[in-house]
């Protein structure tokens, strides 16, 4: 079996204090990266022979406080700034760096001082102790405990450690029955729904060529506006007809022209400017195929309800993978066929009895929003308009090489 939950050793920083003209007041405390600021106060204090206090107030020079940083190291950063603490008649400047986990056992808080502390005086009774290391970190130890090991459960809460969480196969997964969730596991294994991207130049050319077509009409000076729809006359819908090459009757020609131009416009492609319908500067890099072509198609089309609401709507985002999937897997081979196929999936999410089963909750979800979250075929419809704005010449609607590939890429 090669599942096993990993142990770990929680990330710990060194906090250096440090005091111009004493040097036996140095000190070194080595501490969890999550311990609260008490700790880091009370074990300063406590190796410089004070009594910790319970209820710390500090503060810092003021021209820092803008800038003070936290005492959390991130990565190789080093954190720098000034203290100021109770029963303290001096400012130590700190210093906060990231450093090994201590080994299992040690104290979780110990001190350490790179200067000897002066001799211990007879009176005992009023003077500060001196700093023993043993003695102080026995005595943080005490207080604080040692470093132990703990269970790193944070993949058990994804169904797969290679799928994203915040991803639409992942959103699809959640929402299925156990079984289930093992079936559509094997199947994205089985079509290689997680390969890496690799992305054949005629392939990417091909995807957009329908809308670089558009693009060659508008060329640099745009088309005019119609005085009735505000955007392409019935000529320049046939012109653009024309020049993709798509077959069919006039009125299916005509459709399938205004599918491109419809999702263009959705996808801010193209904007009307002056009493002319040009092309963004967008929509010009978009076509030029390169590495990151498919990829970008894949964020415009599938963002959708997303962009839309700025979120996922667990139901929507199911629904919709379940459409993607249905291209990306092959099984649909005309765009035509996403509705009955995200029908029969949407049948497996009802079997969950979850809230995220329903379309209610992503209208619980929303319901602050200023737009409804409208008819839920309309997701898929506008996930079909952008693919088909994908067509080869001659095929509208006809699932490609290109179109299953950008659908997998939206998938995950």
């Known amino acids: 079996m090669s599942i096993q939950i990993p142990v770990r050793v929680t990330s710990f920083m060194r906090v250096e ?45 003021e ?16 954190d720098r700034w000034r203290m100021a603490m109770p029963a303290l008649d001096h400012r130590p400047d700190v210093i906060v760096r990231p450093v090994d986990s201590p080994p299992l056992g040690a104290p979780v808080v110990a001190a350490s001082a790179s200067a000897p502390s002066p001799t211990a005086r007879r009176d005992w009774l009023t003077q500060a102790a001196p700093f023993r290391e043993d003695d102080v970190n026995r005595e943080l130890m005490r207080r604080h405990g040692v470093v132990k090991p703990y269970f790193d459960d944070s993949d058990t809460r994804d169904v797969d450690p290679r799928i994203r969480r915040s991803s639409r196969i992942a959103t699809l997964l959640s929402g299925l029955t156990s079984a289930r969730r093992l079936a559509l596991l094997a199947h994205i294994d089985a079509v290689g729904l997680l390969r890496d991207s690799v992305h054949d130049r005629a392939m990417v050319a091909t995807a957009v060529a329908p809308l670089a077509a558009l693009l060659r009409h508008l060329g640099g000076t745009g088309a005019a506006q119609d005085p009735v729809t505000g955007w392409f006359s019935e ?50 890099s978009l076509v030029q195929p390169s590495r990151g072509t498919l990829a970008a198609l894949a964020g415009t089309i599938g963002a959708s309800t997303r962009e839309r609401y700025g979120m996922p709507l667990p139901r929507r985002d199911a629904e919709g993978a379940l459409a993607l999937l249905a291209i990306a897997d092959g099984t649909a081979l005309h765009l035509d066929e996403l ?58 609607g006809v699932v490609t090489p290109a179109m299953r590939e950008v659908a997998r890429l939206a998938l995950i």
Request: aromatic fraction near 8%.
């Open 17 to 61: 204090f440090t005091t111009a003209d004493h040097p036996e007041l140095d000190r070194a405390i080595t501490l969890p990266q999550t311990a609260p600021m008490e700790w880091i106060i009370d074990a300063y204090l406590l190796s410089i022979g004070r009594e910790p206090v319970e209820d710390v107030e500090f503060g810092d020079d």
């Open 63 to 78: 021209e820092d406080y803008e800038e003070r940083p936290r005492p959390r190291p991130h990565a190789d950063t080093i």
């Open 235 to 284: 000529a320049d819908v046939e012109r653009l007809t024309r020049a993709v090459g798509w077959n069919g009757g006039s009125d299916e020609t005509r459709s399938s022209a205004e599918t491109v131009i419809s999702f263009a416009r959705r996808a801010k492609l193209i904007r009307r400017f002056k009493g002319r319908v040009v092309a963004t500067a967008y929509a010009k």
């Open 339 to 396: 509705p009955s196929h995200v029908a029969a999936g949407a049948v497996l999410l009802d079997a969950t009895n979850s809230i995220y089963g329903s379309d209610q909750f992503d209208r619980i979800l929303s319901s602050g929003m200023s737009d409804d979250v409208g008819d839920k075929s309309e997701e898929i419809a506008r996930l079909g308009e952008g693919f088909a704005a994908l067509s080869g010449p001659k095929q509208f």
